[in-house]
């Protein structure tokens, strides 16, 4: 099986669907919703990816691994997050996962070692990465949100109620007219925007927009993550597919 060639083809492929992600990331973004097909296109890249480690892995066992009885999964080697050179060294992860290259390819092997977390602060996104895949941590997005100028939301104290007021919109309440929400008041005499909020009694007012997707379970941002891993798979697999 020529693993070199498909890992390089699941690099160019997983390029070509970042530039899809990015798209339906800010179809999502724009309404507030994240839609089925940026789940697809994450999940496919991500499997992309890790598919594209391993054939490297596959790569060099062919050339420079030994076979070893009862183990026949080749996988590339990583650092979970927690794990020190050491601990790494002394779990034979490398000999584990690409069996013989140590003793074939020591400098292959220190390679290798240089690509984990533990060794550049750059190389951060391998273990997200990777428990990302492990567990299809990658379907689970949450919206994050900050304070900006883009949607007003009037709320009573107690929560019980939300007025939505979006760009170019406004709301003018005449004299003696009185709003209600929940414990809240809002009186009248008073026109308001999202440039000009209402005066409100015993409510809140909160400027909101999505900023971002994040991985649920690491509470990392999606989009910076995704581009570290496929630069950071890049120049891996470029690397030690010319070995």
Request: aromatic content about 10%; proline content about 5%.
């Amino acid at each position: 099986m020529a693993y070199k060639e498909d890992a390089i083809a699941l690099i160019t492929e997983s390029k070509e669907i970042f530039v899809e992600i990015k798209k339906a990331y800010e179809e999502s973004l724009h309404e507030h919703e994240i839609k089925p097909k940026l789940l697809i296109k994450i999940k496919n890249f991500m499997e992309n990816l890790r598919s594209a480690l391993d054939f490297t892995a596959h790569h060099l066992f062919d050339k420079y691994g030994v076979a070893v009885a009862g183990n026949n999964n080749v996988y590339f080697p990583y650092a979970w997050t927690g794990l020190t050179l050491d601990e790494f060294r002394r779990k034979n992860l490398i000999q584990n996962r690409i069996p013989g290259l140590i003793v074939n390819r020591p400098d292959i092997a220190a390679e290798i070692e240089s690509y984990q977390y533990f060794s550049r602060a750059e190389n951060y996104w391998l273990p997200k990465f990777m428990e990302l895949n492990n567990e299809n941590k990658h379907q689970r997005l949450t919206p994050q949100t900050r304070k900006e100028t883009k949607e007003l939301n009037v709320k009573s104290k107690d929560g019980a109620v939300t007025l939505k007021v979006s760009p170019n919109q406004s709301i003018i309440l005449p004299e003696g007219v009185t709003l209600k929400m929940g414990n809240a008041t809002i009186r009248g005499g008073q026109s308001f925007s999202l440039e000009s909020p209402p005066v409100i009694i015993n409510g809140t007012n909160e400027i909101i927009i999505w900023v971002s997707f994040e991985f649920t379970d690491i509470n990392e941002p999606v989009l910076s993550l995704l581009e570290n891993a496929l630069n950071g798979c890049f120049k891996i697999v470029s690397e030690l597919t010319d070995r």
